[in-house]
């Protein structure tokens, strides 16, 4: 399974993690190709990540990428992958991962999913078909919010999901710190 991924303004603040030796990530002088899956085991990642950024509840922003969806990737496509969202960083070993993302599931469709980990997985959308294949820009815009929330995936520009469902857990502990 694998995306490529545009970084031709790749900041030293973003960094390369892999669950294993198996999956890889190159970074070339326009983008980054990432590579995870295809092989036994619980948790496969590559991600690119950005942690220096806190996100507040209640502040609109958004995530863009250039990700392109090989001709065969659908075929090639076994299980869940997750394409672009926020992360957390928590302070205490204790609390538990919140996230708001974009994925694929094993049946290929889209879903726009808010997590708070060992508490809720909140789907916000399903898409009623496949992304589409080849070279594309997404922007997926949040306001992580209870009282106005909005979770918008864009690609190419055109809004191809929009939802207003509660986006960010009731209780957001005080030592986790939303994180792109």
Request: proline share 6%.
């Amino acid at each position: 399974m694998y995306a490529k991924i545009d970084f031709s303004n790749i900041d030293p603040s973003w960094t390369l993690q892999t669950s294993g030796e198996q999956e890889r990530i190159d970074v070339l002088s326009d983008r980054a190709f990432v590579e995870a899956g295809g092989h036994p085991a619980s948790t496969h990642y590559a991600r690119i990540r950005q942690t220096e950024i806190e996100i507040l509840p209640d502040v609109l922003f958004t995530l863009e990428s250039d990700i392109e969806l090989p001709e065969d990737f659908y075929s090639k496509q076994t299980s869940y992958l997750r394409l672009i969202g926020t992360d957390n960083y928590n302070i205490s070993r204790d609390t538990n991962a919140w996230r708001i993302f974009l994925c694929i599931y094993a049946d290929q469709l889209p879903r726009l999913i808010a997590q708070h980990q060992n508490y809720t997985n909140d789907l916000l959308w399903v898409g009623d078909k496949k992304l589409p294949l080849g070279k594309h820009k997404y922007d997926l815009v949040i306001r992580a919010s209870q009282e106005l929330p909005l979770t918008e995936l864009y690609i190419d520009g055109i809004m191809i999901a929009n939802s207003l469902l509660p986006n960010i857990p009731v209780t957001l502990y005080p030592e986790e710190k939303i994180m792109i």
